[in-house]
């Protein structure tokens, strides 16, 4: 016969008793709970008034017997009644004083755990309560005998219980001031005690002199439970292994530093996972952040010229799929050994190395010992570079906001990375950037995209072959692939003629160009100085709209025209941004000279706020090339791998660059901080489907035409018989003050720029200063005022 092995029915009465007593336990703890809450805030309002009204409360108090329960309710003070001063009465003055408040937080938190288990879950409420007993204890010894050194103090006095007198009068007479003593040994014990102190840093680290090398081998005894003899002597740190060598097995030198290798802390931070992509938008859909798609009906819209454009696909681009791991860990480890043989070959020991796994470089920290100077690791660099058999080492001492060195070790095996790959982030299509420019991934494997009406302008350099022209098709197609071209135009200079010539397609749709100017791609020095000065016309014309339209930039000045609020009869327009990108810049230099550098420096000066952008590259970054005035109004600079230390210094004001390794590896100075990147790949084939696709659609009648530049009307601004009203004040200005500036004239005529500058220009024609000369001020070639009086007697009179 089967056996039942279910629970009989007598059980259930018991499991439904037991239940019962449950909720019954549960519902008086919450009551406790809720009791002890209402007694602590009942104490603390109680203790808080007694300060105020204690000395009243206490006669009252004291003759209770005589007045009565009901004529002393009547007069006590305290906030709480005579119940309130009665208990702050024994609480604070017979008994405990100021430090009764210590009482209060233990009988909150001992009524919250009461009443939920889910609010500190893991208080102690044995912990709070010693711990209240200890502090009480320890505050009233210390008042207590503080009041008997100055029994004068008042206000020690007013807030001392009995038993501090009692306390402070006993140990003054077993210990004296052996008291404090006393006092800081129990605090110490107590804080080891509450706080789970197990151990304390030490500022020295145990050496070993007759190895030559230091090890911290207390802290790696405490996770390496190989030093308790159960297991095999192998130490595994992040997934590497390296194997230590005991003491009694050592043959050599060599096996001495790999035992001490293995005792570095060596840390490794592999790459992130890119950021979150947005999959393949459709080729009609515009980017997710345009702002004027979003303008209601009422608006006026650029894009409407072009209603029908359709944004490149990310289907044109390449995906070069490739492993995410690039650095293997026995690339990692010996690297690793290396970099810490090296430097204890020097005496220089380390705690402990952290690497971080780029697409291009590994980022090597270390933390050396105390006492280590830090520009004896730096002149290693090529000591380590020649251990680590690798081109290309660059030494970062210190990180800035670090406080470790960082050692950049090239990687064997590459990561290419895609242009596809950003342009699909979620970082680029809703990033509020005016013009967002994908520039490559940082060390830790982030996006980097910058945006260039921040900038505002941007100096590239590096050697031929480095990935120059790739980074400038990268930043074009950034552009490209973001602005609908009502809201951009390029002007593109090209004097190889080949390196930009697959942006002609492009002309009707992104192109700017001179009115006379057969091609849209410029490569003609003479064009290139007629184009620059045009742009400083349109420069001047967009100001003057600004002026009108009473706004301080073009953003501004656009989003009054969108709302219709500035008339285009009055000659207002939507002013889309210009983007002039020239490439091998110092062969314009070389062939112009001052023609180039003139308007370049006027537009790198004022171009930011009407939408006029430039982007300078060149190969030679020679201080002739990129001088003073040119430099100092490019604040962000690209540097690919240069020839030199010195042409490192001259594009970045910092060596570096030239320790680069090519192909993409580039070096970002923006906002004083210099960042390694790797630039995005971008092929020929991808950029020539990107502007055959463009290209194929409808477009403009003809490129943006830039205003007409004459070279006779340049001269023509120049003839003394049109003088500024305010040109013989100028001059004796100038005179007077023996200094040839623009802003000189601005600041004491309160001029406008441009107006200044063509009263510097007609005192030049006139032998009043000298010719521009850079960043210096112009000389002044009129020493006296009765010199200035011949020359302005000589000049022709107005009609």
């Known amino acids: 016969m089967a056996q039942n092995n279910y629970k009989i029915q007598p059980d259930a009465p018991k499991k439904k008793a037991a239940s019962n007593r449950s909720i019954v336990d549960q519902r008086i ?104 007993i200890f502090l009480v204890l320890w505050f009233n010894i210390l008042l207590g005998y503080l009041y008997t050194l100055y029994p004068t103090a008042t206000l020690l006095a007013d807030h001392l219980g009995g038993v501090a007198y009692e306390l402070g009068t006993l140990f003054k007479g077993l210990l004296g001031y052996g008291t404090f003593i006393f006092l800081f040994i129990t605090l110490i014990i107590f804080s080891v005690l509450c706080f789970n102190i197990t151990s304390l840093p030490r500022p020295f680290k145990k050496a070993r002199k007759e190895d030559g090398w230091l090890l911290d081998q207390e802290d790696n005894r ?9 297991l095999p002597s192998k130490k595994k740190t992040n997934n590497i292994e390296s194997p230590t060598t005991d003491s009694d097995d050592r043959s050599d030198e060599s096996d001495l530093a790999s035992s001490a290798k293995s005792n570095v802390d060596f840390e490794v931070v592999a ?24 303008l209601t009906s009422e608006n006026y819209d650029p894009t409407l010229d072009l209603s029908n454009y359709k944004y490149p696909s990310l289907d044109l681009l390449e995906r070069y799929e490739q492993a995410q791991l690039s650095v293997t860990q026995e690339e990692l480890a010996i690297n690793k050994n290396n970099i810490v043989q090296t430097l204890q070959n020097f005496k220089i020991n380390i705690a402990k190395i952290k690497a971080t796994i780029g697409p291009t470089v590994t980022l090597y920290e270390i933390v050396p010992e105390a006492g280590v100077k830090i520009s004896k ?138 009115p006379i100017s057969e091609e849209p791609i410029i490569t003609e020095t003479k064009k290139v100085i007629h184009t620059l000065n045009s742009l400083c016309i349109e420069m001047d014309h967009r100001y003057e709209l600004l002026k009108e339209a009473g706004t301080r930039n073009i953003k501004e000045y656009n989003e009054k025209f969108i709302k219709r609020i500035l008339n285009p009869q009055e000659g207002h327009r939507f002013l889309p941004y210009i983007v002039l990108v020239i490439d091998e810049f110092a062969d314009m230099m070389m062939t112009a000279g001052k023609e180039i550098e003139v308007p370049i420096a006027r537009l790198t000066q004022l171009a930011r706020a009407i939408g006029i952008h430039l982007v300078l590259a060149t190969q030679r970054p020679s201080v002739n090339v990129i001088t003073g005035i040119i430099k100092a109004n490019f604040p962000v600079r690209v540097s690919y791998k240069v020839s030199s230390r010195i042409d490192s210094r001259t594009i970045l004001d910092a060596s570096g660059a030239e320790q680069l390794v090519g192909n993409g590896d580039m070096l970002l100075s923006m906002n004083s901080d210099i960042i390694r990147l790797q630039a995005p790949f971008l092929d ?10 463009i290209g194929g659609q409808p477009g403009y009648p003809s490129a943006y035409l830039l205003p007409t530049y004459d070279e006779e009307d340049k001269e023509d601004s120049l003839d003394l018989q049109e003088t500024d009203p305010l040109f013989e004040e100028a001059a004796r200005l100038i005179v007077l003050h023996q200094q040839g500036s623009t802003s000189l004239i601005q600041r004491k005529l309160k001029l406008g720029y441009n107006r200044s500058g063509r009263l510097i220009d007609q005192l030049e024609a006139a032998g009043i200063v000298g010719p521009f000369e850079g960043s210096k001020a112009r000389e002044v070639l009129v020493t006296d005022e009765a010199s200035l009086n011949d020359i302005l007697a000589r000049l022709p009179q107005k009609a």
């Open 29 to 132: 703890k919450i009551t406790i709970g809720f009791f002890l809450q209402g007694i602590s805030i009942f104490l603390a309002c109680a203790f808080f008034s007694h300060p105020m009204h204690g000395a009243k409360d206490q006669h009252i108090i004291e003759s209770i017997q005589t007045l009565g329960i009901k004529a002393s309710s009547l007069a006590i003070c305290n906030w709480l009644g005579l119940t309130g001063a009665f208990v702050s009465y024994y609480c604070m003055h017979v008994w405990w004083g100021i430090t009764a408040f210590i009482f209060l937080p233990f009988l909150f938190l001992m009524g919250i755990k009461m009443v939920t288990q889910k609010i500190w879950p893991n208080l102690s409420l044995l912990k709070v309560m010693m711990a209240s």
């Open 222 to 230: 405490s996770n390496d439970p190989s030093e308790n003899g159960s």
């Open 271 to 294: 790459p992130q996972p890119a950021a979150k992509s947005l999959l393949k938008p459709s080729p009609s859909a515009a980017p997710t952040t345009l702002p004027l798609k979003q």
């Open 377 to 514: 690791i730096k002149n290693l660099e090529d000591d380590i570079a020649l251990n680590l058999a690798a081109l290309g080492i660059r030494i970062i001492a210190p990180i800035p906001g670090k406080g470790t060195i960082g050692i950049e070790v090239p990687n064997k095996n590459r990561e290419i990375v895609p242009l596809q790959e950003m342009l699909a982030s979620e970082k680029f299509l809703k990033g509020k950037m005016d013009l967002p420019i994908v520039l490559g991934k940082s060390i830790s494997n982030e996006l980097f995209i910058a945006d260039l009406g921040r900038m505002p302008h941007l100096l590239i350099a590096g050697a031929t072959g480095q990935g120059k022209s790739v980074g400038l098709n990268v930043l074009l197609t950034s552009l490209i692939y973001k602005k609908h071209p009502s809201q951009l135009k390029l002007v593109l200079v090209d004097p190889k003629k080949v390196e930009l010539s697959l942006y002609n397609r492009l002309e009707r749709h992104f192109l700017a160009k001179l």
């Open 684 to 693: 020929t084939a991808e950029v020539e489907r990107v502007c055959s696709y």
